[in-house]
């Protein structure tokens, strides 16, 4: 297994994977993602088996303390010498879940941002998923106010 940061050349797998991870009215499109890789490609941390991408997390560092929708649409908002990162996507392939791979690129997400001297990392999840976050040390602040594909989403932060 080999965990990197992405380049504009990853578009094509990270497209594919989030497809195959999140309906249509949640997945971020091409388009979201080509424009994410050129303002903050450091920002996603992709994990390859040989060489076929099967899982990634990506969001972008911004000095703002909450996640919004309007964050997921544009990429400009990205501020290197933000505050907190954001996470606006965990996503494993199906087929290679419950093996640890989003919990590997999450820990190193966490690594690298405190490497970094952020505040800390901004996510929102399911309902479903808050004891998994919880897991890694994320906090859960409640509903969040982001209507992002009609779905309740609940803010999770993890400060450092």
Same mark, same amino acid.
């Given at each position: 297994?080999?965990?990197r940061? $992405?380049?504009?050349?990853d578009?094509?797998?990270?497209s594919?994977v989030? =497809?195959? +991870?999140?309906?249509? *009215?949640?997945? =971020? *499109?091409?388009?979201?993602?080509?424009?994410r890789?050129?303002?903050?490609?450091?920002h996603?941390?992709?994990?390859? #088996? #040989?060489?076929?991408?099967?899982a990634?997390?990506d969001?972008?560092v911004t #000095?703002?303390p909450d996640l919004?929708d309007e964050m997921y649409?544009?990429?400009e908002?990205?501020n290197e010498n933000g505050?907190?990162q954001?996470?606006?996507?965990?996503?494993?392939?199906p $087929?290679e879940?419950k093996k640890?791979?989003?919990?590997?690129?999450? *820990?190193?997400?966490?690594?690298?941002?405190?490497?970094?001297?952020?505040?800390?990392?901004?996510?929102? +999840?399911? #309902?479903?998923?808050?004891?998994?976050?919880?897991?890694?040390g994320?906090?859960n602040?409640?509903v969040?106010?982001s209507?992002?594909?009609?779905? *309740?989403?609940?803010?999770?932060?993890?400060?450092?």
């Amino acid at each position: 297994m080999l965990i990197r940061t $992405a380049t504009l050349q990853d578009l094509d797998a990270v497209s594919m994977v989030e =497809a195959e +991870c999140f309906p249509e *009215t949640e997945a =971020a *499109t091409r388009a979201d993602f080509e424009q994410r890789l050129t303002y903050y490609p450091d920002h996603f941390w992709l994990l390859f #088996d #040989d060489e076929k991408l099967i899982a990634f997390v990506d969001g972008f560092v911004t #000095d703002l303390p909450d996640l919004t929708d309007e964050m997921y649409e544009k990429a400009e908002m990205h501020n290197e010498n933000g505050a907190w990162q954001m996470i606006f996507g965990v996503n494993t392939v199906p $087929a290679e879940r419950k093996k640890g791979y989003a919990g590997r690129l999450l *820990t190193r997400a966490i690594a690298d941002a405190r490497a970094q001297g952020r505040k800390g990392l901004v996510l929102t +999840c399911k #309902d479903r998923l808050v004891r998994y976050y919880a897991k890694f040390g994320f906090v859960n602040e409640g509903v969040s106010e982001s209507v992002h594909g009609n779905v *309740t989403w609940y803010q999770m932060r993890l400060t450092f």
